[in-house]
């Protein structure tokens, strides 16, 4: 689902494809790069390539809008084993919300990133959610 806002201007809209290339982005970043990677709900990575080509991954994004009609995003990842869960989502979950907040003008309500499996010498499957949720600036 697209994410739509109407403005004085007319309306904006960004496609889950963009959304997924902002979170892909964000697992390139410092903190995140080469521990965590884009997933399907049932832990199967996407995307192995260094540079995001891959569309199926946006087809994986969940967008919903709250009651405040701001966005809640909901989307899996596969983390490396050993590393602090807590960290580096929140590195990731960050660098989203500052982007939507550049792109859309305000932040997410909510960023929920679904652990879905764990990178040791063999890919282990994990139900964990990890939520994060955004207050408004104003």
């Known amino acids: 689902m697209a994410v739509n806002k109407e403005t004085d201007l007319g309306t904006i809209t960004i496609s889950n494809s963009v959304i997924a290339q902002i979170i892909f982005d964000g697992m390139m970043q410092p903190g995140c790069r080469n ?3 884009p997933a399907t709900p049932r832990g199967r990575q996407i995307g192995i390539l260094e540079k995001f080509t891959d569309t199926e991954f946006s ?8 009651e405040d009609h701001r966005i ?4 899996s990842v596969i983390c490396q084993f050993g590393i602090s869960i807590k960290r580096t989502t929140r590195i990731l979950a960050d660098y989203i919300a500052e982007q939507f907040e550049y792109l859309g003008g305000s ?11 764990v990178r040791s010498r063999q890919k282990a499957r994990r139900s964990t959610k990890v939520v994060y949720r955004y207050e408004t600036n104003g």
């Open 35 to 37: 521990r965590i990677w």
């Open 72 to 75: 809640m995003l909901e989307f």
């Open 59 to 66: 087809m994986y994004i969940s967008v919903q809008h709250s």
């Open 107 to 117: 932040m997410p309500a909510q960023i929920t990133v679904n652990i879905a499996g």
